[in-house]
């Protein structure tokens, strides 16, 4: 049974810092697409970034609201795709979800709990 679980969300001033992880267990970890969704209240659910498999060489995508500020990235090893978020925005405010799947384009097949990250202004 796959399992994704989100760590590392929490409160923050606008301007700072947080990482977020995303362990998995379940899946053949290497041979998926991994990405970083987030949803605020009311509002749908937003693609933030991905990182394609291994073996499709891990390149990356970033929507164009965190571009410059977030970092995906994973580590084979440890099961775990991370998302660095460096200068935050109030706006950046949402539960953030970690999905993994297939496609790289939209990995969302396997989803976390989610973690809730609030930036204050």
């Known amino acids: 049974q796959v399992q994704l679980v989100e760590s590392g969300g929490g409160l923050v001033q606008a301007g700072g810092s947080l990482r977020l992880s995303c362990a998995a267990s379940?899946?053949?970890?290497?041979?998926?697409?991994l990405g970083w969704y987030r949803q605020a209240p009311g509002k749908d659910r937003d693609l933030v970034a991905t990182?394609?498999?291994?073996?499709?060489?891990?390149?990356?995508y970033y929507a164009d609201s965190v571009k410059g500020r977030f970092t995906i990235s994973r580590d084979n090893a440890k099961n775990t795709v991370y998302l660095q978020m460096n200068s935050l925005k109030p706006e950046d405010t949402s539960v953030y979800y970690c999905?993994?799947?297939?496609?790289?384009?939209?990995?969302?097949?396997?989803w976390g709990q989610g973690t809730q990250v609030t930036v204050s202004s």
């Open positions: 999905a993994a799947g297939f496609s790289t384009a939209n990995p969302g097949r396997y």
């Open positions: 379940g899946l053949a970890f290497g041979s998926y697409a």
């Open positions: 990182i394609s498999s291994s073996s499709s060489g891990t390149s990356t």
